[in-house]
């Protein structure tokens, strides 16, 4: 089994990937995935992605092979995505793929037979990050049901809100939207939403919604999705989250951002208890260890 999309996994089988991170993180397993390798294929920066993806595998027993650097590798003479996966496939158990492009994650699991693990592709969807997202909102909540979530900034290409947006609507939420006009959410998900009933709003301001939400889901602004860099710079800068706006937050409120920030949270908002990016970063690695296992078929 791979996971392209967050789509293809339902409510029971995401909570029980959360309750094995839970298990993972509370008693580490040890090697149970001795012999067994996967590729780490990033065809785009990361840190947190690719960095606890390999520190889960070794963590757990196993070998990583791959790259972080595309020029580094036969795509450079003209090699297809296709042929690369395909022969990356013959060398490991499992592949984990981030790639600039939208489908080219499921374009990789069309060339192998190996399970494939989307690490974010372009502007489309990262599910393993919803799947970390979502055991931190059930971790400093204590629940994923009856919440209240904001979102705000690039909601428009920003991949993490895609797939997390998506799965949440098998959840009791309250969605608010914030962001400039150019970025706002997919009208295709705002229709998801509706489908399935989940109410949500759309706001201009964090002012609007800061005091009424349980999470707080800051975003970047993402230069490298932008041809025009004028507008990138018109609306990069539009929500800076300070401790100012904090005043108004209830006292349950946590502040999440898959990260890297650029702007976006004043390094001051790190040393308040609303402050929960950090903390929702290190969960990565026990979310990856479970995806990992559940993948490889180990119980
Ligand atoms: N959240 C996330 O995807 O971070 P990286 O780009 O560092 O992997």
Redesign the pocket.
Known sequence: MSLISIKELSKEQILTILAKALEMKQKPPGPILQGRVMASCFFE??????LSFESAMKRLGGEVIGFSDDTAIATQKGESLHDTMKVIGHYCDIVVIRHPLEGSARGASEATDKPVINA?DGANE?PT?TLLDLFTIQECQGKLDALHLAFVGDLLHGR?VHSLVYALKQFDVRLYFVSPPSLSIPDSLCDELKKAGVPFSFHHSVDEVVGKCDILYMTRVQKERFADLEAYARVKDQFILTTETLKRAKKNLKVLH???RVNEIAREVDETDYAHYFAQAENGLYVRQALLSKLLGES
């Open positions: 920066p990361s840190t947190r992605t690719r974010g990262h990050q993490t898959p990260l890297p």
